[in-house]
């Protein structure tokens, strides 16, 4: 069964408030210890976030996560905050979300000094695969913090100690640029909330806007203006990659389902995807071929005809084929493939949605399938075969 639940904590409360200002209609849950939770809904989304506050240091950030991954099972906890910049080159209001989470206190005293003994733990590679995606995507629409520009979103180790830095000059500072000058920024939780989600074998995601240079320079009325913004634009981001984790957990299962339906198919009807593979040792062979990529030969069948719902939907599970033989040759790059396949499913909904009153496929498959055109565009051969597809489900263009 898919958990359509993320858990969002925070350690401050203007932090929690910029993420609350994020969800629709929370409703207060309290844990039978006593800790209070908001679970809300992300607008336009099924995606729902259960929103605690932990307070400062990693201690209590430790507890309160596996308090709320106890009560919850979510589908992953994200940390969401303020941080100081370890980087010159990474701007006041920028975001860092954590590839590693240092905890920078481990140490040993010896009689030649002391020295660094760290706790490292590594960000799931999906969740942070996914961070980079959205990091990328150019069309922000909509998801602008409310506080300025959208800000940069950078990828890198974040330190987490039980010490609030703020100096170039300290000995902290110094024990820092010695053992962690790798660091993007620097906290007093996410070693904790990674810790519980190790534990818990749960992907933890940390996402830290930052809001002072911790140098020195940071001050009050400096603070005044900078966390809520730096506590916007992390909430802003966080709040955008619980949804779309949830939505890409809703497509897998979709298409783990879509799949079950295609092989019960083939089944009942004793029929493949039509695909044939002929071998011929020491022979002259002729083909007639739509594409050849190395020694992988894709051969254009005749277009498809598609004029019933159920025939779309079958013709739109061979395309899906097609797609993916694409992707595995090479010829069609991953971020393609998986916004193909988003727009693939969206059409095939609408198509199984068709009955005897209303048989004509609803606006939202054409427009899906002209979008897969658009993504297509570089491939002529795939972009050919969605021609027919297009027609029958109501876009002749």
């Known amino acids: 069964m898919l958990n359509d639940l993320v858990v969002i904590l925070t350690a401050l409360n203007l932090e929690y408030e910029a993420v609350h200002r994020k969800l629709g209609d929370p409703q207060v849950t309290v844990h039978k210890s006593g800790t209070r939770f908001e679970v809300g809904t992300v607008p336009g989304t ?18 309160l996560a596996e308090r709320a991954i106890e009560h919850f099972s979510p589908a992953a906890v994200l940390f969401v905050g303020v941080a100081g910049r370890m980087r010159s080159s990474i701007a006041l209001g920028d975001v860092v979300m954590a590839t590693y989470v240092y905890a920078y206190h481990g140490a040993t005293s010896e009689d030649d000094g002391l020295k660094a003994r760290p706790r490292v733990w590594e960000a799931p590679h999906p969740i942070i695969q996914l961070g980079q995606h959205l990091a990328r995507m150019t069309d922000r629409a909509g998801h602008a913090p409310e506080n300025g520009g959208v800000p940069r979103v950078h990828f890198g180790p974040i330190a987490a100690g039980e010490v609030l830095q703020n100096s170039a000059n300290s000995a902290e500072a110094a024990w820092l640029r010695q053992h962690y000058n790798d660091a993007f920024a620097i906290d007093m939780e996410a070693a904790g909330v990674a810790q519980a989600g190790h534990l818990s074998g749960l992907p933890v995601g940390v996402i830290r806007g930052i809001s002072d240079r911790a140098d020195g320079t940071k001050n009050g009325a400096e603070d005044r203006e900078r966390q809520p913004r730096a506590a916007a634009n992390a909430a802003a981001f966080a709040v955008r990659l619980a949804a779309e984790l949830i939505k890409e957990a809703e497509l897998a299962v979709e298409a783990e389902e879509e799949e079950r339906t295609i092989m019960a198919q083939k089944d009942r009807t004793g029929r493949g995807s039509g695909s044939v593979v002929n071998t011929a040792f020491s022979s002259t062979v002729g083909i007639m071929a739509g594409e050849v990529t190395g020694s992988t030969v894709h051969v254009s069948g ?3 005809k598609a004029s019933t719902p159920t025939e779309l939907v079958a013709e739109l599970d061979r395309f899906r084929e097609h797609l993916t033989r694409h992707h595995a040759d090479g010829t069609l790059d991953a971020d393609i493939h998986h916004e193909a ?6 059409a095939r909904r609408a198509a199984e949605k068709c009955t005897a009153n209303a048989p004509a496929p609803p606006k939202k498959a054409a427009m899906a399938l002209r979008k897969l055109r658009g993504l297509l565009d570089n491939h002529p051969e795939l972009a050919a075969g969605l021609a027919a597809l297009s027609a029958a489900a109501g876009d002749p263009a």
Do not use: D, F, M, Y
Not at 341 to 346: P, W
């Open 46 to 63: 099924s995606c729902r976030v259960a929103l605690g506050l932990t307070s400062k240091g990693n201690h209590s950030a430790a507890v």
């Open 341 to 346: 396949q988003v727009e693939l499913s969206i």
């Open 302 to 304: 005749a277009t498809p």
